[in-house]
């Protein structure tokens, strides 16, 4: 049985009601895809932990857990993983978002995140946060 991973996302959403997307670095699996940001959540840690620290460390911003609502979520079987990736929205933070892993950002409607490459597992969100923006 493959191994079960799971994975926080957030989507941050602007005053404009657009959401936040993350380019996936060369050198990293699926590099070149466009994400939601987040990360791996630890051994003992909560999702929104867990995106707390991920957003101060990509993106250089606070955040703080009453600020970040569950959305959906994605389950997607990958080849060597599955993936259960909660999606929380968030539409306060403290400080500017900043590129700090060399990771292109884009601030993108959702009518227009189709034109953006995606993991597979995050494909399916869209329609959620569409519904919601």
């Not at 699926?30 to 940001?37: D, I």
């Not at 101060?56 to 259960?84: M, N, Q, R, W």
Request: charged share 25%; hydrophobic share 50%.
């Amino acid at each position: 049985m493959p191994k079960l991973v799971l994975v926080a996302a957030c989507a941050l959403v602007d005053a404009d009601g657009r959401a936040l997307l993350a380019q996936r670095p060369a050198g990293k699996p699926m590099a070149g895809l466009w994400e939601f940001p987040g990360g791996k959540v630890e051994a003992a840690e909560r999702p929104e932990e867990t995106l707390i620290r991920e957003l101060g460390e990509e993106l250089g911003i606070a955040v703080k857990e009453a600020c970040l609502a569950p959305l959906t979520f994605a389950s997607h079987a990958y080849a060597d993983f599955h993936l259960l990736m909660p999606l929380y929205v968030c539409r306060r933070w403290e400080g500017t978002v900043q590129a700090r892993e060399g990771q292109a950002l884009r601030w993108v409607r959702p009518n227009q995140m189709r034109d953006f490459p995606m993991p597979p597992a995050d494909v399916p969100l869209i329609a959620h946060l569409a519904t919601l923006l």
